[in-house]
């Protein structure tokens, strides 16, 4: 299935957190948009692998996108080698984006920047003809030969620590169903109808999500709306015509 937009994290709950509005955005726009967690968030000190994957399940269909899937990888401790690169090429070549939304390239939790550089990796070499990966779901190295694809663009959304964003997009319009996706991961964050007597980390307070809202409002006004979601970019961005600006005054 090709899609135009992929969105990969490598916990489930990065891609809710960083770019579900635009993730939610483009769906509404008529793109076809999936999701690839690399890891199934086994070491997460709330919930389980079971609770995560029915969460993630929940999440996507918030954000309606076609398609999600888990590639297994370790958490905590997955390396950007050539093992885990081909893993993940043969991912976007078999999804053909045009786009990819991948994590940041450095923050709090050290898994967040060694994928962001994993998928940074893997899109370039996802573009060499001579990168023979095959389409066996289960083995890169099986199945029928695939053909090289370089995504057009990949940015990386800001999680934990503050980056000034490259863009900026505006998703005040879906604001409330992003929220609503990243609520649907009920074992990570504060919900007041649990009764909530897990152990409590750093994102399970009612001070995280508040953060969430915040972090939304600041990069909105920078904009001059109301909510937004901010990428850095390792290239520069190119746009076809003044139409994409957003004329608000700031
Ligand atoms: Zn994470």
Known sequence: ???????????????????????????????????????????????????????????????????????????????????????????????????????????????????????????FLSGLSKLETKDDPDSYREGKAQERWRPRYLLHYLQDWYHEPDIIFDISDVFEQRMKAIEAYTSQFYNPESGDNGPQTYISTPDFLDSVIARARVLGKKIGVKYGEGFISEKKIGITSLDALILNET
């Open 1 to 123: 299935m090709k899609l135009d937009l992929l969105a990969i994290g490598v916990h489930p709950d990065d891609v809710e957190l960083g770019c579900s509005g635009v993730i939610i955005n483009e769906v509404k726009r008529g793109k076809k948009v999936g999701i690839i967690d690399l890891t199934q968030g086994e070491l997460g000190t709330r919930g389980t692998i079971e609770t995560r994957y029915q969460e993630s399940a929940n999440a996507a269909m918030i954000m309606e996108v076609q398609v999600r899937e888990n590639l297994k990888m370790r958490d905590g401790f997955f390396k950007n080698d050539e093992e885990h690169q081909l893993k993940l090429v043969q991912a976007i070549r078999k999804y053909q984006p045009e786009v990819v939304l991948g994590n940041i390239l450095h923050d709090r939790h050290p898994d967040h920047g060694r994928a962001g550089h994993l998928i940074s990796t893997a899109c």
